[in-house]
């Protein structure tokens, strides 16, 4: 699927650093190195991020279901409801927005021993 991405990608990274790139690097794994894989969180902001930033964590997390197995519930996503990768953050300890921190907490309890 072509999300647009590419150009941006082209246009902003050498080679090398495309090939460290989180997708890049997940897309390299062997299958024995995905199923070593702990559960995996990714916390994200929400719309307020810049169109390519929410392509690029879309892209990570669809790539990341389709590697570990989607049906084995061992990839969660938090969205930071009215966050930014800047503000989400920025957030912890102001009593407002922290509702993402609270669930990354309950996730985090709940695969201690995962």
């Known amino acids: 699927m072509k999300t647009g991405f590419e150009e941006l990608i082209n246009t902003y990274w050498s080679g090398e650093e495309r090939k460290t790139a989180p ?12 199923k070593a894989l ?10 307020r991020e810049p169109k390519w930033v929410q392509v690029v964590g879309k892209d990570f997390y669809e790539a990341l279901k389709v590697r570990v197995g989607e049906d084995q519930g061992r990839v969660h996503k938090i969205w930071g409801k009215g966050h930014n990768h800047l503000s989400i953050t ?9 509702e993402w921190a609270e669930e990354t907490v309950k996730w985090i309890k709940g695969n201690l021993n995962a």
Request: net charge negative; no cysteine; aromatic share 4%.
């Open 23 to 34: 997708l890049a690097l997940l897309n390299n794994f062997s299958e024995k190195e995905v």
């Open 38 to 47: 702990p559960p995996v969180l990714l916390i994200e902001g929400s719309s």
């Open 90 to 98: 920025l957030a912890l300890g102001t009593g407002e927005g922290e």
